[in-house]
Structure formats: C-alpha cells, structure tokens
C-alpha cells in the first residue's frame, strides 16, 4: 500500500495527547535547586571585564568562558536598599579591588 505524502495520522481518542494532558514521564533533578538567574551586565575593570548576574538573593560576578560564568566572588542583596543601591555599592567595591578602568591608560 503506498503511503500517502503529507498524511498525518491523528492522537486516538483515548490518548493523552488528544486530551491536551502531558506525558506522565517527569524528569528527576538528581538533588539540585533550581535558583533563577539574571543578567544584570558587564563591568570594565583595569584587570578585565568581569560579568555580574543575579542569582536569587545575591549578585554573583565573574569571568565568562564557554562553559559559562565562573564566579570569582559573591555578594548578599541587603533587602533594605533597591536592587540598583546595592548593585552601585557591588561596583565600587569591584573598582577598589579590581581598579576603575580609564580609556587614557591604553
């Protein structure tokens, strides 16, 4: 019997597709949290550019490589400033240790 091209054969009644419902299969995370990350931005130092990104309750700042972020340092949001004070408090604690980046030194 030759196959019809562009046929497609529907989900039967009784099946969970046809029903709008998901596989019963769930994927298991092994143990790990899932925190929520976001990208807050780059910041130039005299040592490099070093990434800042927000995971949960604290900015975590690092280098970039092709495996991703790789954190050099930590800081705690205090929850008594905005996000933007704490993240200015985070930059000039970066230029004390990393040094503030001048385009005239090139």
């Known amino acids: 019997m030759a196959k019809n091209k562009g ?3 529907e989900p039967a009644r009784h099946s969970l597709a046809a029903r709008g419902i998901k ?22 130092t005299k040592e490099g550019v070093i990434t800042i990104v927000r995971r949960g309750n604290k900015f975590v700042y690092g280098g970039v490589a092709n ?3 790789m ?3 930590d ?8 996000e933007d004070e704490n993240l ?7 230029h004390e240790e990393y040094g503030e980046y001048d385009p005239d030194d090139d």
């Open 71 to 73: 954190p050099y340092g």
């Open 7 to 9: 046929w497609r054969r």
């Open 75 to 82: 800081k705690e949001i205090d929850p008594d400033f905005s």
């Open 23 to 44: 596989s019963g299969k769930k994927k298991k995370s092994a143990g790990k949290k899932v925190v929520k990350e976001k990208y807050i931005g780059l910041l130039e």
């Open 88 to 94: 200015q408090a985070l930059v000039e604690d970066l």
């Open 67 to 69: 495996v991703g972020l």
